[in-house]
């Protein structure tokens, strides 16, 4: 079964920190890679993308994510973490068809 | 630059009762489109996929359909609401190598 892993459930870290968020499928091929955030009771808002080129791609508030094809990874990093970065976190996966997978999500806890 | 926008932003139904939930694209001709639910705090899962007009490929049913009868508006009905039914509905545009979400309508089924 193809899987898109999201392997830890909730973080906790303290304003400021560094977090990393770790997203690992198992598609072959071509694959479209993003990540969202999902404020409670909201939609979810683009943070960034990668299909091909520079393996580290920058996105919105911070974030920025590295592929890695042996690893098969789409890990999600930021520096410094803002409290208002609580939220929950979900990896999508597109493989060469029309459907979209996700990981289960990754809730993020920002403590003052 | 691409806009989706839910209708209606939620709604509280009867079990029995009928659901029309709307999403409608602006910015982009042709979209490939995507109806998902979301039960509280849980996984995305996905529920039906379009690539064009009058065409609807179902992935997981969940005793719901869905239609797409324009070029830029994808329809989740159901004719007799289950209380598994209520959750979170988000539709979602294929742009851009990455798909762009509405801001959902949550169902609550009493």
């Known amino acids: 079964t193809q899987t898109v892993s999201q392997s830890d459930a909730h973080v906790t870290v303290f304003e400021g920190d560094s977090v990393e968020l770790r997203c690992n499928y198992s598609?072959?091929?071509?694959?479209?890679l993003s990540w969202y955030i999902q404020h409670h009771g909201r939609g979810l808002q683009f943070l960034l993308k990668y299909y091909s080129g520079n393996p580290v791609v920058q996105g919105v508030n911070g974030f920025e994510a590295e592929f890695s094809k042996s690893d098969s990874s789409f890990h999600l990093r930021k520096a410094s973490v803002h409290w208002s970065d609580s939220a929950v976190y979900f990896c999508?996966?597109?493989?060469?068809?029309?459907?979209?997978?996700f990981g289960d999500g990754t809730q993020l806890v920002v403590k003052p | 630059a691409q806009t989706i926008h839910q209708w209606p932003v939620a709604e509280i139904k009867a079990v029995g009762s009928p659901l029309s939930l709307g999403c409608t694209i602006k910015?982009?001709?042709?979209?490939?489109l995507y109806w998902y639910w979301q039960a509280t705090g849980g996984t995305l899962q996905q529920l039906f996929y379009s690539i064009t007009v009058g065409q609807v490929e179902s992935v997981v049913q969940l005793n719901l359909s869905a239609s797409r009868p324009k070029d830029d508006q994808f329809i989740l009905s159901t004719e007799k609401l289950l209380l598994s039914h209520s959750g979170f509905y988000l539709c979602?545009?294929?742009?851009?190598?990455?798909?762009?979400f509405g801001e959902g309508t949550r169902l609550s089924v009493l």
């Open positions: 910015g982009k001709s042709s979209p490939n």
């Open positions: 979602a545009c294929w742009t851009d190598q990455a798909p762009l």
């Open positions: 999508a996966v597109r493989p060469n068809n029309n459907r979209i997978f």
């Open positions: 598609y072959g091929g071509s694959i479209y």
